[in-house]
């Protein structure tokens, strides 16, 4: 991934791990964000939701708060 230009950190529970009996993750990905990695992050997500009916992704872009 670092010659992509991209770093990508391994996942970690969130601060408050679990909210209404579901746990909660992060995966911090630093990039430049452009049309290309924002092109990427939307065949990942469409890719991830034809396989995982019971679980929630979302990107954040730029989070001031990452709890």
């Keep these: 991934m670092k010659?992509?230009?991209v770093l990508l950190y391994s996942p970690?529970?969130?601060p408050v791990e679990k909210i209404?009996?579901?746990y909660r993750w992060r995966i911090i990905?630093?990039?430049?964000?452009?049309?290309k990695m924002n092109k990427l992050l939307k065949e990942t997500l469409e890719?991830?939701?034809k396989f995982k009916t019971?679980?929630?992704l979302s990107i954040k872009q730029?989070?001031?708060?990452?709890?």
């Design 62 to 67: 730029n989070p001031n708060n990452m709890a």
């Design 47 to 49: 890719e991830f939701y």
């Design 12 to 14: 970690l529970p969130c």
């Design 3 to 5: 010659s992509f230009g």
């Design 29 to 35: 990905i630093k990039c430049i964000y452009d049309e």
């Design 54 to 56: 019971n679980t929630r």
């Design 20 to 22: 209404n009996d579901r």
